[in-house]
């Protein structure tokens, strides 16, 4: 399975078109295989459906960079899945001319390449108390909960996160994980 593996995708996740990494990925079933001629996780995890069914909403669903879906998890190697809607923007043509709603870009972490929050911390430099709310935001929901996860007051993760919305230009805790996501995208421009 070399190279990048996509696929574009209707609403209901039926595969419009593959290239061969994509179908070599879909025949080896182990990471992304065909349920009722839907591609779906090999685990049966619904979030990619749902995800791309929210990617019918163009930008407003996903976002401009889209979402990275996370197809496997730890010990093994971890296999991401991002998803970019097809139905706004530029990309709107791509999207009415197969009814496709999604570009589906399936790839292999490496331990060469940064992390997201590797990324993000020296794009923005951001300091390390303002890379573990970050970090724990992506892990748990709301600012008591970040507290509680990283051993601070609430008054601190609100410092925190006002830091970076100002450092990311974002206003609202959801644009950050979402920068976060389209930090882990292999679609990025570097």
Same mark, same amino acid.
């Given at each position: 399975?070399?190279?990048?593996?996509?696929? @574009?995708?209707? %609403?209901?996740? %039926? @595969?419009?078109?593959?290239?061969?990494? !994509?179908? +070599?990925?879909? +025949?080896?079933? %182990?990471? #992304? %295989? #065909? $349920?009722?001629?839907? #591609?779906?996780?090999?685990?049966?995890? *619904? @979030?990619?459906?749902?995800?791309?069914?929210?990617? &019918?909403? &163009?930008?407003?669903?996903? !976002?401009?960079? !889209?979402?990275?879906? *996370?197809?496997?998890? *730890?010990?093994?190697?971890?296999?991401?899945?991002?998803?970019?809607? #097809?139905?706004? &923007?530029? $990309?709107?043509?791509? &999207?009415?001319n197969f009814a496709a709603v999604a570009a589906v870009f399936v790839h292999q972490t490496s331990l060469e390449s940064p992390s997201s929050m590797q990324s993000m911390s020296k794009l923005y430099q951001l300091a390390p108390g303002e890379m573990r709310v970050l970090s724990a935001m992506g892990e748990v929901c709301g600012i008591s909960a970040v507290s509680d996860v990283i051993g601070v007051s609430e008054t601190t993760v609100k410092t925190h996160l006002q830091r970076l919305f100002a450092k990311t230009g974002t206003k609202r805790q959801t644009a950050l994980i979402k920068l976060v996501a389209a930090h882990a995208s292999p679609l990025r421009r570097q």
């Open positions: 399975m070399n190279g990048l593996a996509a696929s @574009v995708v209707d %609403r209901n996740c %039926r @595969v419009v078109f593959t290239n061969l990494s !994509g179908r +070599e990925i879909l +025949e080896d079933g %182990r990471i #992304l %295989r #065909l $349920r009722n001629d839907a #591609l779906a996780a090999a685990d049966s995890r *619904p @979030v990619l459906a749902d995800v791309i069914a929210a990617a &019918g909403d &163009g930008d407003a669903g996903l !976002g401009v960079s !889209g979402i990275a879906v *996370p197809l496997s998890a *730890p010990p093994q190697t971890l296999w991401l899945a991002h998803i970019l809607p #097809l139905t706004s &923007g530029a $990309r709107r043509q791509t &999207g009415k």
